[in-house]
T-cell receptor, first 116, second 113 residues
């Protein structure tokens, strides 16, 4: 089946630094990818839609200047958490639908971010 | 997309069938029912989806009531590796499909030996 990878799987950083998370579709092209955030014992919350060749679309309440998204190619989207703070510590997950129509989505394994 | 209601948690004995219910009473005619699951500290995994007919694949069966207001995911022979949070999601297909998945709280299924 389709595979989506994320890198890194785990990252620890100091408060105030920026962290970049990569999401790759390994065996298919994805014009759209999605970024989610999940706090402990909570459900996934959609943050934004990453669009290849255009700006990302952010969900209400998500700061676009803090969570920079770049969809550089048809197989890569990056999420950069800028000036990270302890409250940004979370599990970040990306997903990608292989082609159109976007009925089924495949999720990456997630990236656990800990900001000290 | 229509809202869904699922029990918070369920237990199932290993080897027995696990039946996970989902209510989606406000579902519209062109909305599909999707099931995903998330094993602890991993990304969600697609299980199955359907519109109005019952569906079966290698992982599970999906039973949708005739009025489409509820559905049941069936894992026929649950194993310890099926312990996970199961999410029932209702969403549009076709040109109105943005691809977004909106997750509710899901059902935590604990399979016990």
């Amino acid at each position: 089946g389709a595979v989506v990878s994320q890198h890194p799987s785990r990252v620890i950083c100091k408060s105030g630094t920026s962290v970049k998370i990569e999401c790759r579709s390994l065996d298919f092209q994805a014009t759209t990818m999605f970024w989610y955030r999940q706090f402990p014992k909570q459900s996934l919350m959609l943050m934004a839609t990453s669009n290849e060749g255009s700006k990302a679309t952010y969900e209400q309440g998500v700061e676009k200047d803090k969570f920079l998204i770049n969809h550089a190619s048809l197989t890569l989207s990056t999420l950069t958490v800028t000036s990270a703070h302890p409250e940004d510590s979370s599990f970040y997950i990306c997903s990608a639908p292989p082609g159109l129509p976007r009925e089924t989505q495949y999720f990456g394994p997630g990236t656990r971010l800990l900001v000290l | 997309d229509a809202k869904t209601t699922q029990p918070t948690s369920m237990d199932c004995a290993e080897g027995r069938a696990a039946n996970l219910p989902c209510n989606h009473s406000t579902i519209s005619g062109n909305e599909y029912v999707y099931w995903y699951r998330q094993i602890h500290s991993q990304g969600p995994q697609y299980i199955i989806h359907g519109l109005k007919n019952n569906e079966t694949n290698e992982m599970a069966s999906l039973i949708i009531t005739e009025d489409r207001k509820s559905s049941t995911l069936i894992l026929p022979h649950a194993t310890l590796r099926d312990t996970a949070v199961y999410y029932c999601i209702v969403r549009l297909h076709g040109s109105s499909n943005t691809g977004k998945l909106i997750f509710g709280q899901g059902t935590t299924l604990q399979v016990k030996p």
